[in-house]
């Protein structure tokens, strides 16, 4: 903020130079005056509504004990069904967690591992109004459910997202901070955009939909690409954009709570993170020319996060090279002149903290009101957010064009060409077999699993690329469990020490390389992004 003042007041006494820090500053307080006042504007929809509502939850892994958790409060709101689509390796423990709420919870598992084929399968298998999308980690407030139906009495809206919070947040500064950014988009972002009907991006925790509006997109959803790559990862921006193509509005229920898990080591949050930001940037400039014609305010407000990190970059550039050369106008000189340099720097530093911190917090007061103890810890939050987050965003950018995994769960979509049926399962494109698929069959036959011919009598049908399965007893699936433990425990010590075939790993390779074909078209971010340092550089040292 100091800064910021001193060089815009240079630029209007008539100073030639063009202050990057100084435009970077601009843009974040007109994005944040934008979003102050449009959200000054929301209020939450009050009027009850009544509609059938069919809960789907993807899950690939999950502690068993918070999956139970999940799944008592979901159970406690009473929808009119709910529907668990394990994907990817049979998990036997999470099977058993589904049959101890049946009949109330159905539950079907699909070979085929990724959460997009999930999402259509338990959208296929759904009966009711109301589609409502929930992460299997998300952990429901009471009136969740009551609250989120709500702005479904309008006809015009589409999609409903909740207000998302982390899970004890005090666990350590990454949790504080997640906590803060999360808390901060629900009291800016998400009602400002909530205000034009255009949520840019319905967080995929717990979001709702017409059912009728994902069966009609569903094609679009699960094979459109972009920059000829296809991104299993941001589903939920992916549905928002075609739910705002159908002409619908998104908007936000503050009132309808979930809580969360986040990352508590660096490198898994590091993973998430570039996940976010290659999906949500892959997405912008997907929808930009929609979004310029259709919704302005918010091609600007996902615009901004591609460009501002862009910005920074050449600010820190001009910092180190007029730190190098020696060029530029000294906006401490006068300070270093009076207290000399020892004492002139410690009055420098603490000038910078002191009005960073007041300009964040200036930006942050609606956080700050709900959690003043958060004033102190504001420097960790713009360090962390500038030195970390922005990075992110610059890699994630450049990466946009390269198919790559979830990133943070084991079992998940690993990259590529997303599978979307069983035979993409079982051979490539070019009749090389795909050795995940293969993995996965080999654990389902030691499991003794069969895909049956025809689904019991009171399962919904089973469809192409998909295995029906019912709820076992409770007592059927820990027998399952533990002979399948028992088949393991002796495989292992018939095999042990025995040597691998000299051909496995070629086939491997091979495979492999039949799956991952070269995308030309993935450098296009990077002769973007290297045409726009280029151009600051050149701004730079012209100045």
Not at 47 to 70: K, Q, W
Not at 147 to 171: A, H, M, N, S
Not at 331 to 357: D, K, P, Q
């Amino acid at each position: 903020m100091f800064i910021f003042l001193l060089q815009v007041r240079n630029m209007l006494g008539g100073y030639p130079e063009v202050y990057l820090f100084a435009v970077y500053s601009a843009l974040i307080w007109a994005l944040w005056l934008t979003k102050l006042l449009l959200s000054q504007r929301y209020r939450p929809f009050t009027e009850p509504h009544t509609a059938g509502t069919s809960v789907i939850i993807p899950v690939v892994d999950e502690p068993l004990d918070l999956f139970r958790d999940v799944l008592n409060r979901i159970v406690a709101q009473k929808p009119d069904e709910i529907i668990v689509v394990i994907n990817g390796a049979r998990n036997l423990g999470l099977e058993e967690v589904c049959a101890e709420f049946a009949p109330k919870v159905r539950w079907v598992h699909t070979p085929i591992a990724g959460k997009r084929n999930a999402v259509k399968v338990g959208t296929e298998m759904s009966r009711y109004e109301i589609t409502v999308l929930v992460d299997s980690d998300t952990v429901w407030t009471d009136g969740t459910l009551e609250e989120l139906v709500k702005p479904f009495r309008d006809p015009q809206v589409g999609g409903v997202t909740t207000r998302q919070r982390i899970l004890e947040p005090e666990r350590s500064w990454i949790t504080r901070w997640a906590d803060w950014l999360e808390n901060s988009r629900s009291l800016y972002s998400m009602p400002a955009q909530s205000v034009l009907g255009q949520v840019g991006c319905l967080p995929g925790r717990t979001i709702a939909f017409r059912r009728e509006i994902l069966i009609r997109v569903m094609d679009k959803f699960m094979t459109q690409r972009f920059m000829g790559v296809f991104l299993e990862i941001s589903d939920d921006r992916t549905l928002t954009n075609l739910t705002l193509k159908e002409g619908y509005r998104t908007v936000y229920q503050h009132t309808s709570l979930v809580y969360t898990d986040a990352p508590l080591k660096l490198k898994k949050l590091y993973k998430q993170q570039l996940r976010w930001a290659r999906g949500s940037q892959y997405n912008t400039l997907r929808m930009l020319p929609w979004m310029l014609g259709h919704a302005p305010f918010l091609a600007v407000f996902m615009s901004m996060d591609i460009i501002l990190p862009f910005l920074l970059a050449g600010v820190i550039g001009g910092w180190v090279y007029r730190a190098i050369v020696g060029a530029g106008h000294n906006f401490y000189a006068a300070i270093l002149n009076e207290f000399g340099l020892s004492s002139g720097l410690l009055w420098v530093i603490a000038l910078i903290v002191i009005s960073s911190v007041l300009s964040m917090a200036i930006r942050q007061l609606r956080h700050l009101s709900e959690k003043p103890s958060d004033f102190l810890r504001l420097p960790i939050f713009i360090i962390t957010s500038t030195l970390f987050l922005m990075p992110i965003r610059l890699i994630g950018f450049f990466r946009m064009g390269h198919a790559s995994g979830w990133g943070t769960r084991a079992g998940a979509y690993a990259g590529g060409d997303a599978p979307t049926s069983d035979d993409d399962l079982t051979a490539s494109a070019a009749g090389v077999a795909d050795p995940e698929s293969e993995r996965l069959h080999r654990e389902l036959d030691g499991l003794g699993f069969t895909m049956p011919a025809t689904p019991p009598t009171d399962a919904a049908p089973a469809r192409e690329g998909q295995a029906a399965l019912l709820a076992p007893s409770r007592t059927a699936l820990r027998q399952a469990r533990a002979e399948s433990g028992a088949s393991a425990s002796a495989e292992a010590e018939t095999t042990a020490g025995a040597a691998e075939p000299e051909t496995a790993a070629p086939t491997t390779a091979s495979a492999a390389a039949a799956r991952r074909r070269v995308n030309p078209k993935a450098a296009w971010p990077y002769v973007i992004g290297v045409a726009i340092f280029t151009l600051e550089a050149i701004l730079i040292v012209q100045s």
